[in-house]
């Protein structure tokens, strides 16, 4: 056992199923190994959850909900903001444990425990602000106002490449709002779940915060379909791969409950003649090899002016020549290695099908199998928009070059594919900036100008149209998904009328 899995509260082999800081069962539970994508060594083990196990946690989180329900929104706010202050204590050390099992390099695993401790701030004050509106009744004497309410359990399924900020995003308003909170994070990333559950227990526990408020489940795909089908979880909030949330979104719509979905993206950058080429490059670099080309948001498409495109060629070329991939603790180091062997192998085969489609791969792209771990050199590759690997999403890091003419044929092959989280335009020019934004500009929950598709703040709304999903998490007033809304009509008056004006005489 090191000191980073004792500091985090990890044994050798860990449940994998929390009420609160209290573990379930075991028996008959099959164990997880987590091996880090750093050398391919064990880190650790964790116990997934049996379906009995499940059970016994959602009825935990139904009982927990009764009385969480009654906190006064603010106190539960004050439970969150401890749980921020709980998060900065353990900053270093669950940032290394990011950077351990997901592979993340250590300013991007600090990076996210800071976006969990950011959330935990925006829900403290969004605590003294779930605003409902008031509106002038049509009749005499009688008010009207929304009020909202919690739904109750929140089934949280998130992924490997954020394992704990993305469930804070979710988590944190969550529990403001007065839900309770069902997590079942990657089964690629099942230690850095256990040690969030144990930094938020302790937080429970010195409040008296009844155990179910914040639970744990750990598994693969059937502990998620569990979540999807369970008529007691009124709202689901999944990150991850378009296929799975196609199937969770179908589950859930089936028993008519709700969910927030956050899934692939397909992000381009549009670079105009009038662009800050440097800018431009040094944000492209970070979209597309930062996280190793893991984000949701990373940056996979540029759809360059003819004018420009040879010398942003040049320039990535030579940036790419001097990108330190390796160890991602150490220093220096930029790109980290990919998750699995899986993901190594279906950057393989992405390549493969840019040059089968005719395009044409002109840097990186090699698998570095000198060290153990699964470390890929990035990937510049030369296509056309219609590609249909181009079309898809390959969670690696593989950037495609495209080229344009004019403004609106640039913003057509932006559009032209089936995803649309997060998009960015480098221009100088005022109004192809603007053109960018507007309602004929970029299809995309989010679009940036002078800065890259990735990297975005918590204070905004997060999320996607088209196949990434619609959902929204994070700032704005996305803690709406997490609330039921209900409309009040008061009658304060001695007389009963009708909306309409309708006469109904008794
Ligand atoms: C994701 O990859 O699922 O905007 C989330 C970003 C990060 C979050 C990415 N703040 O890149």
Known sequence: MDDLLKTLGLDDVNPGTWTGGKSLGGEGAAVRESYSPIDGGRIAAVRETTREEYDAVVEGAVEAFRS???VPAPQRGEIVRQIGDELRRYKEPLGRLVTREMGKIAQEGLGEVQEMIDICDFAVGQSRMLYGK??????????????????????????????????????????????????????????????????????????????????????????????????????????????????VAQVVAARLGRTILELGGNNAIIVSKSADLEMAARAIVFGAVGTAGQRCTSTRRLIVHEEVYDALRDRLLEIYGSIRIGDPREPGTLVGPLIDKEAVEAMQAAL???????????FGGEVLDERPGHYVRPAIAEVENHFEIVQE??????????RYGDLDEAIELHNGVRQGLSSSIFTLDLREAETFLSHRGSDCGIANVNIGTSGAEIGGAFGGEKETGGGRESGSDSWKGYMRRQTNTMNWGRDLPLAQGIEFEV
């Open 68 to 70: 969480w329900r009654m």
């Open 134 to 247: 008031t509106m002038h009744s049509e009749r005499p004497e009688h008010r009207m106002y929304e009020q909202w309410h919690p739904y109750g359990p929140v089934g949280i399924i998130s992924a490997f490449n954020f394992p704990v900020a993305v469930y804070a995003w979710n988590a944190m308003l969550a529990a403001v709002c007065g839900d309770v909170m069902i997590w079942k994070g990657s089964e690629k990333t099942p230690l850095c779940g256990v040690a969030v559950q144990r930094i938020i227990a302790r937080v429970l526990e010195a409040n008296g915060v009844p155990e179910g408020v914040f639970s744990l489940v750990t598994g693969g795909r059937e502990v998620g379909e569990w979540i999807a089908a369970d008529e007691r979880i009124p709202l689901v909030s999944a990150t991850g791969s378009i296929p799975m949330g196609r199937s």
């Open 352 to 362: 493969g099908r840019i040059e089968a489609e005719g395009g044409r791969v002109i």
């Open 393 to 402: 999403e390959t969670f690696a890091p593989i950037v495609y070059l495209i």
